[in-house]
């Protein structure tokens, strides 16, 4: 069943606030020291979380800016500022002053767009950039299943855009080279290999994150027959294979800080 923008808002800071987007804060709080910055914008903050979070350490010493992709996440982020009395402002506009700090998550964004999010950026910050996103590597048990299954059920065609998944996904090389042709210095990048386990094919498809969020941009060259043929075969397919161990798919989470000049 399609779901509504809010309900996919809802659903994104419900489900894949925790379990996906803290794999990657998680690396940014243990690499980017934050409190010597006086100006923060956050680009794609989603529901809130981190920006709130970050707030909380720093206090009243910083003006934080975050930028939600809609209106429904907004609301919800700012719900979740004024039950924590938190002082970031929520907005979907972005600022038209720069910051000495911007923290862009591209965790969801598809690798086609990731030049132009990265340029909008970059025109933010006057001081240092960080961006964090999946690097190649990543999904690839889920991208060997989906090969396999699109071969069984006679859809070779269909297989090579699985392939296209696969070299889409932007390596670290190339985040660090992203940076760098945006005239950042000093780029640096930490990669860490977070795991995703369930504990079975039904439970993989039918979390929010995965067939929600994840599962329509790597389905998408399928229609809609084609797609319920794929997962149907998918889940049984991984419930196959793992004999009663639970699925783990694994994901390059990659950070990427720069200095601006």
């Given at each position: 069943m399609d779901k509504t923008e809010?309900?996919?808002?809802?659903?994104?800071?419900?489900?894949?606030?925790?379990?996906w987007t803290k794999k990657f804060t998680e690396i940014f709080n243990e690499s980017v020291v934050v409190k010597k910055f006086s100006t923060i914008t956050y680009l794609n903050a989603g529901a809130g979380g981190h920006a709130i979070e970050i707030s909380d350490k720093l206090g009243d010493a910083v003006e934080i800016f975050?930028?939600?992709?809609?209106?429904?996440?907004?609301?919800?982020a700012m719900t979740k500022a004024e039950t924590v009395q938190s002082g970031v402002d929520f907005?979907?506009?972005?600022?038209?002053?720069?910051?000495?700090?911007?923290?862009?998550?591209?965790?969801?964004?598809?690798?086609?767009?990731?030049?132009?999010?990265?340029?909008?950026?970059?025109?933010?910050?006057?001081?240092?950039?960080?961006?964090?996103?999946?690097?190649?590597?990543?999904?690839?048990?889920?991208?060997?299943?989906?090969?396999?299954?699109?071969?069984?059920?006679?859809?070779?065609?269909?297989?090579?855009?699985?392939?296209?998944?696969?070299?889409?996904?932007?390596t670290v090389q190339q985040a660090e080279a992203?940076?760098?042709?945006?005239?950042l210095t000093k780029v640096k990048s930490v990669t860490?290999?977070?795991?995703?386990?369930?504990?079975?094919?039904?439970?993989?498809?039918?979390?929010?994150?995965?067939?929600?969020?994840?599962?329509?941009?790597?389905?998408e060259f399928l229609d809609d027959y084609q797609w319920e043929r794929v997962e149907k075969r998918l889940a049984a397919k991984i419930d196959e294979d793992r004999k009663e161990m639970a699925f783990r798919f694994s994901v390059k989470a990659t950070v990427v800080t720069g200095k601006v000049g």
């Open positions: 809010k309900e996919l808002s809802f659903l994104r800071g419900i489900y894949v606030e925790p379990e975050s930028v939600c992709e809609n209106p429904d996440l907004c609301e919800i907005s979907t506009e972005v600022p038209m002053g720069r910051s000495e700090l911007v923290i862009a998550d591209a965790s969801l964004v598809p690798p086609y767009e990731l030049e132009e999010f990265l340029a909008d950026a970059r025109e933010s910050a006057s001081g240092k950039l960080v961006f964090f996103l999946p690097t190649s590597g990543s999904f690839g048990e889920i991208f060997s299943y989906l090969w396999e299954v699109l071969l069984e059920l006679d859809l070779p065609e269909e297989a090579q855009g699985v392939e296209r998944l696969i070299t889409e996904l932007t992203a940076a760098k042709s945006l005239d860490k290999t977070e795991a995703f386990e369930y504990a079975s094919g039904k439970e993989f498809l039918d979390s929010p994150l995965v067939r929600y969020f994840l599962m329509p941009s790597w389905l």
